[in-house]
């Protein structure tokens, strides 16, 4: 054995471990169009979808680019029909929904579209054996069939106001995810190879890197002019943000701060989307500092809003005083209030919460002191919980600020506190109703203040059930106001999403988004109705 | 001559026979290895604090129902002690049936399948890149010790060796992707483009692959340089150098030759470390490889596709060290391999 025979050895072992690599990955087939035009479009995020199954609770929130739903939302939030004709007609009970579906669309395969794709898809959303975790979604559908090939009927076990608004919920081909071979909704192949009407097919996903989207040539709605939609998975925010200025990205979601340097550049812009995003602590009944309605409203008093919106949010954001953001169509007008140091001393003072030695007051030998907890690594919620905790302190109460995961913090939700996120913009009793109505106390995360009060509950219940526009806001008026008297939450902001996008197409708009945004947030929700600038 | 040429098979069944039954000995000894790593794995997770039906449903968790809570636990088979589920995972892995991976939602043989060629062609180059530049630049640095090379390539060495790849990735983005624009900053292919393409792939291996080679380097590096040190000052080399032979033959024929003896032991057991870096690589550079399977797994307590993963780092570890075994027998014909 001589010293080359070695290096051979070597270099033929490595070179065929390189080799069985190599031959391990198969080439994927797709169009290798350049880029850099207006026709095809390239967007970085920071999460990729676990699923692209509606099955599962992909595209839940609407734009799934692939699917379409019975209806879809327009930029101003208005329900407008996609598969349907037109907006559902509705029995004067409420509990009856009827679809009728627009002829003559195909799925991407070439398979035509039909009611018993409708019914294929809730039925297995509602399926107890599905994995879908948001099939709560539809918890108020007692049953969905199919009246004829182009129309769908939804009976619900209650009257239902809101219900047109899960209807965007898209739709999946039942010759495709419900055939034999391919029955496997929950691991199957459906889940990575999805089939839909949308206005693209997924032409490719290499899990971790990119998912590529082109344009669906037969699409019903009109082929899009953007006919090639990539979007790329990097999680790192600066590697995103490195990665746009190289050229490599034409848009991208991105933190404030990253965002705005891009505020001067020429050829790119900073669009800023609102949200129904907000921020708020949770103050639970059975804690008896956190459930003593004077500490609540001494909170609510002493908290600074507009500083946290400057101060964490760079200006991107707005104060929050409900659940609901303050350009929502339902917010009660009246219900802001302007920071008031002395107001919330003196609701202490009154309540006989007294200033002890180390400054902080206590009330019949209880301090007025309790935890507050937050997601770790959440960088925003820790800000908001660390700013909230500091404002506490001028007004005489000790937060503890602590860190920790869902399984640390679920046993405590009924004593401790908790800097909670949450938001989804379409109908008020999509948020107002888990977190606030008594039935929904202990079950998941839904009301972690333990909230239970009479009035409210009637409120919502009307909210829910009445589709007359003025009892509603009636209804959710009376929540809020309820809200303001005595606060089961301190809610302190609603977060705007930045994007910076090149300055290549005409018109851009953002949709309201919701606090849990996939893909079809974003500037790009309606990339297939994208146009270029001249 | 003619004699030479009948030996020379005769020495290599001598020598293939041995390496065989190396080989074969290291097989029966990875299945009880496998069965421990895997066990443990199991009994790591079922340990650990996290709740795989929280992790699984992800941010529809925090919205979700108690009753949808519940039925999704029941669905994903959570519950039940770790060994029977362990022993579940086992009988189904041999019978080729992987199971399916909550967290991404496919059939954990797809989930490797799809990523495995990619981080094995990263790490590949990575590995090729380290060992050349390490001993290129470690004999450099050996020929004269305390010279100007020497102590700035052992000052660079210990300085990456503390350097994370994840901070050295970032850099190589600024540098090569921003600031030169030389290579692109990510991906497999160029983003707006699906066609995996040789010259695609060429163009986008090199930077992570550069920054998981560089992370390696300073290893191979300081073990040559010591060792074609140790190498120089031996009676041999000396002997050679006395008998008037060139310094390129002493140095590469003489000197590096007995000085590499200890890197084929290293190639062995940097593969530990090989994996993690690629981890942090991949996910810098956005690499469809194994990595964010690997992270998810770990964090959604995915038992079958974290079973998985393990047991194929185990056996890529297994592997590391039989090649480095087989080589330094092959190498050094002092070596019995018969006693390892």
């Given at each position: 054995m001589t010293a080359r025979t070695v290096r051979t050895v070597t270099a033929t072992a490595t070179a065929l471990a390189a080799l069985t690599g190599a031959a391990a990955c198969s080439a994927p087939g797709g169009d290798g169009d350049g880029d850099g035009g207006t026709d095809s479009v390239t967007i970085g995020v920071a999460q990729e979808p676990e699923t692209l199954s509606p099955l599962l609770g992909y595209g839940r929130e609407g734009n799934s680019k692939i699917f379409d739903g019975l209806l879809r939302h327009d930029a101003d939030m208005n329900l407008k029909p996609a598969l349907a004709t037109k907006l559902p007609e509705i029995s004067d009970d409420g509990k009856t929904y009827t679809y009728t579906l627009r002829k003559g669309v195909n799925f991407s395969d070439g398979g035509p579209f039909s009611a018993q794709d409708v019914v294929f898809t809730y039925r297995t959303i509602l399926d107890k054996k599905t994995n879908n975790p948001y099939k709560d979604d539809f918890a108020a559908v007692e049953s969905v069939r199919a009246e004829s090939p182009s129309k769908v009927v939804f009976k619900l076990k209650y009257p239902y106001a809101a219900f047109a608004e899960r209807t965007i919920q898209p739709i999946a081909s039942k010759a495709i995810a419900g055939t034999a071979s391919n029955n496997d909704i929950n691991n199957g192949s459906y889940n990575t190879e999805p089939v839909g009407t949308g206005p693209y097919t997924l032409s490719k996903w290499r899990k971790g890197e990119k998912l590529s989207f082109k344009a669906n040539p037969h699409y019903w709605g009109g082929k899009p002019t953007v006919k090639k939609f990539t979007v790329a998975v990097i999680q790192d925010d600066d590697v995103r943000a490195t990665r746009l200025k190289s050229g490599d990205l034409d848009a991208a979601i991105l933190p404030p701060n990253l965002a705005e340097p891009y505020g001067n550049d020429g050829g790119k812009r900073v669009i800023e989307a609102r949200t129904a995003d907000y921020r708020a602590v949770s103050l639970p009944s059975g804690n008896p500092v956190t459930g003593d309605r004077a500490i609540r409203r001494a909170l609510d008093a002493a908290v600074d809003r507009k500083a946290m919106v400057k101060g964490i949010l760079g200006g991107a954001g707005r104060p929050a005083y409900g659940p609901l953001a303050t350009d929502h169509a339902y917010f009660a007008k009246g219900t802001e209030r302007s920071r008031d140091l002395a107001a919330a001393k003196k609701i202490l003072d009154k309540a006989g919460w007294k200033p002890g030695d180390d400054g902080i007051r206590v009330k019949d030998g209880r301090r007025a002191a309790f935890k507050l907890w937050y997601f770790s690594g959440d960088k925003l919620r820790k800000d908001h919980a660390l700013a909230y905790a500091s404002d506490a302190k001028k007004a005489g109460i000790d937060i503890k600020v602590q860190a920790g995961s869902r399984e640390v913090i679920q046993p405590r939700l009924k004593h401790d506190p908790m800097l909670l996120g949450n938001g989804f913009p379409p109908d008020p009793d999509f948020d107002m109703y888990p977190a606030l109505?008594?039935?929904?106390?202990?079950?998941?995360?839904?009301n972690m203040a333990f909230y239970d009060d009479k009035t409210v509950d009637k409120a919502l219940d009307e909210g829910r059930q009445s589709r007359d526009e003025k009892v509603r806001h009636r209804a959710y008026d009376t929540v809020q106001r309820e809200l303001a008297k005595n606060p089961p939450y301190t809610f302190l902001t609603t977060i705007d999403h930045v994007y910076v996008v090149?300055?290549?197409?005409?018109d851009l708009t953002t949709q309201t988004?919701?606090?849990?945004?996939?893909?079809?947030?974003?500037?790009?929700?309606?990339v297939q109705d994208w146009q270029p600038k001249k | 001559m003619k004699r030479e040429l009948t030996a020379r098979p005769a020495g290599r069944r001598a020598l293939w026979a041995p390496a065989a039954r190396l080989v074969g000995r290291r097989l029966l000894a990875a299945v009880p290895v496998l069965a421990v790593v895997t066990f443990g794995v199991f009994a790591v997770a079922a340990a650990s604090p996290f709740d795989p039906v929280q992790q699984y449903a992800g941010s529809a968790g925090l919205n979700a129902s108690q009753e949808t809570l519940d039925q999704l636990r029941r669905n994903l088979g959570v519950d039940g002690p770790f060994p029977e589920r362990w022993w579940h995972w086992v009988t189904h892995a041999l019978s080729g049936d992987l199971g399916d991976s909550t967290a991404l939602r496919q059939p954990v043989s797809q989930v490797i399948g799809e990523r495995l060629g990619w981080s094995v062609l990263l790490c590949a180059a990575g590995f090729l890149f380290a060992i050349a530049a390490g001993t290129a630049l470690g004999v450099a640095a050996a020929r004269r010790r305390g010279g100007m090379l020497d102590r700035a390539v052992t000052s660079v060495s210990y300085t990456l060796e503390a350097a994370p790849p994840f901070w050295l990735g970032l850099l190589a983005i600024w540098l090569f992707?921003?600031?030169?624009?030389?290579?692109?900053?990510?991906?497999?292919?160029?983003?707006?483009?699906?066609a995996v393409t040789a010259g695609a792939v060429l163009r986008h291996l090199p930077l992570p692959a550069l920054v998981l080679g560089v992370s390696q380097v300073p290893w191979f590096l300081l073990y040559v340089r010591q060792g074609v040190a140790d190498a120089l000052d031996e009676d041999a080399v000396r002997g050679a150098r006395a008998r008037g032979l060139s310094e390129r033959t002493v140095l590469l024929g003489h000197a590096l030759r007995s000085g590499l003896l200890p890197v084929l032991t290293l190639v062995g057991s940097r593969v530990p470390e090989l994996i993690t870096g690629a981890l942090l690589v991949e996910t810098v550079f956005s690499w469809p490889g194994i990595a964010s399977a690997t992270v998810e797994a770990a964090t959604s307590t995915d038992f079958p596709l974290l079973a998985a993963l393990t047991a194929l780092a185990t056996v890529a570890v297994l592997a590391g060290n039989l090649l480095a075994d087989l080589l330094y027998g092959l190498a050094d014909p002092r070596v019995a391999l018969e006693e390892m």
């Amino acid at each position: 054995m001589t010293a080359r025979t070695v290096r051979t050895v070597t270099a033929t072992a490595t070179a065929l471990a390189a080799l069985t690599g190599a031959a391990a990955c198969s080439a994927p087939g797709g169009d290798g169009d350049g880029d850099g035009g207006t026709d095809s479009v390239t967007i970085g995020v920071a999460q990729e979808p676990e699923t692209l199954s509606p099955l599962l609770g992909y595209g839940r929130e609407g734009n799934s680019k692939i699917f379409d739903g019975l209806l879809r939302h327009d930029a101003d939030m208005n329900l407008k029909p996609a598969l349907a004709t037109k907006l559902p007609e509705i029995s004067d009970d409420g509990k009856t929904y009827t679809y009728t579906l627009r002829k003559g669309v195909n799925f991407s395969d070439g398979g035509p579209f039909s009611a018993q794709d409708v019914v294929f898809t809730y039925r297995t959303i509602l399926d107890k054996k599905t994995n879908n975790p948001y099939k709560d979604d539809f918890a108020a559908v007692e049953s969905v069939r199919a009246e004829s090939p182009s129309k769908v009927v939804f009976k619900l076990k209650y009257p239902y106001a809101a219900f047109a608004e899960r209807t965007i919920q898209p739709i999946a081909s039942k010759a495709i995810a419900g055939t034999a071979s391919n029955n496997d909704i929950n691991n199957g192949s459906y889940n990575t190879e999805p089939v839909g009407t949308g206005p693209y097919t997924l032409s490719k996903w290499r899990k971790g890197e990119k998912l590529s989207f082109k344009a669906n040539p037969h699409y019903w709605g009109g082929k899009p002019t953007v006919k090639k939609f990539t979007v790329a998975v990097i999680q790192d925010d600066d590697v995103r943000a490195t990665r746009l200025k190289s050229g490599d990205l034409d848009a991208a979601i991105l933190p404030p701060n990253l965002a705005e340097p891009y505020g001067n550049d020429g050829g790119k812009r900073v669009i800023e989307a609102r949200t129904a995003d907000y921020r708020a602590v949770s103050l639970p009944s059975g804690n008896p500092v956190t459930g003593d309605r004077a500490i609540r409203r001494a909170l609510d008093a002493a908290v600074d809003r507009k500083a946290m919106v400057k101060g964490i949010l760079g200006g991107a954001g707005r104060p929050a005083y409900g659940p609901l953001a303050t350009d929502h169509a339902y917010f009660a007008k009246g219900t802001e209030r302007s920071r008031d140091l002395a107001a919330a001393k003196k609701i202490l003072d009154k309540a006989g919460w007294k200033p002890g030695d180390d400054g902080i007051r206590v009330k019949d030998g209880r301090r007025a002191a309790f935890k507050l907890w937050y997601f770790s690594g959440d960088k925003l919620r820790k800000d908001h919980a660390l700013a909230y905790a500091s404002d506490a302190k001028k007004a005489g109460i000790d937060i503890k600020v602590q860190a920790g995961s869902r399984e640390v913090i679920q046993p405590r939700l009924k004593h401790d506190p908790m800097l909670l996120g949450n938001g989804f913009p379409p109908d008020p009793d999509f948020d107002m109703y888990p977190a606030l109505h008594s039935s929904q106390i202990g079950s998941g995360w839904n009301n972690m203040a333990f909230y239970d009060d009479k009035t409210v509950d009637k409120a919502l219940d009307e909210g829910r059930q009445s589709r007359d526009e003025k009892v509603r806001h009636r209804a959710y008026d009376t929540v809020q106001r309820e809200l303001a008297k005595n606060p089961p939450y301190t809610f302190l902001t609603t977060i705007d999403h930045v994007y910076v996008v090149s300055d290549k197409w005409k018109d851009l708009t953002t949709q309201t988004e919701p606090h849990d945004h996939g893909i079809g947030a974003g500037p790009w929700w309606n990339v297939q109705d994208w146009q270029p600038k001249k | 001559m003619k004699r030479e040429l009948t030996a020379r098979p005769a020495g290599r069944r001598a020598l293939w026979a041995p390496a065989a039954r190396l080989v074969g000995r290291r097989l029966l000894a990875a299945v009880p290895v496998l069965a421990v790593v895997t066990f443990g794995v199991f009994a790591v997770a079922a340990a650990s604090p996290f709740d795989p039906v929280q992790q699984y449903a992800g941010s529809a968790g925090l919205n979700a129902s108690q009753e949808t809570l519940d039925q999704l636990r029941r669905n994903l088979g959570v519950d039940g002690p770790f060994p029977e589920r362990w022993w579940h995972w086992v009988t189904h892995a041999l019978s080729g049936d992987l199971g399916d991976s909550t967290a991404l939602r496919q059939p954990v043989s797809q989930v490797i399948g799809e990523r495995l060629g990619w981080s094995v062609l990263l790490c590949a180059a990575g590995f090729l890149f380290a060992i050349a530049a390490g001993t290129a630049l470690g004999v450099a640095a050996a020929r004269r010790r305390g010279g100007m090379l020497d102590r700035a390539v052992t000052s660079v060495s210990y300085t990456l060796e503390a350097a994370p790849p994840f901070w050295l990735g970032l850099l190589a983005i600024w540098l090569f992707a921003i600031q030169l624009d030389v290579l692109p900053a990510g991906g497999l292919t160029d983003t707006g483009s699906d066609a995996v393409t040789a010259g695609a792939v060429l163009r986008h291996l090199p930077l992570p692959a550069l920054v998981l080679g560089v992370s390696q380097v300073p290893w191979f590096l300081l073990y040559v340089r010591q060792g074609v040190a140790d190498a120089l000052d031996e009676d041999a080399v000396r002997g050679a150098r006395a008998r008037g032979l060139s310094e390129r033959t002493v140095l590469l024929g003489h000197a590096l030759r007995s000085g590499l003896l200890p890197v084929l032991t290293l190639v062995g057991s940097r593969v530990p470390e090989l994996i993690t870096g690629a981890l942090l690589v991949e996910t810098v550079f956005s690499w469809p490889g194994i990595a964010s399977a690997t992270v998810e797994a770990a964090t959604s307590t995915d038992f079958p596709l974290l079973a998985a993963l393990t047991a194929l780092a185990t056996v890529a570890v297994l592997a590391g060290n039989l090649l480095a075994d087989l080589l330094y027998g092959l190498a050094d014909p002092r070596v019995a391999l018969e006693e390892m």
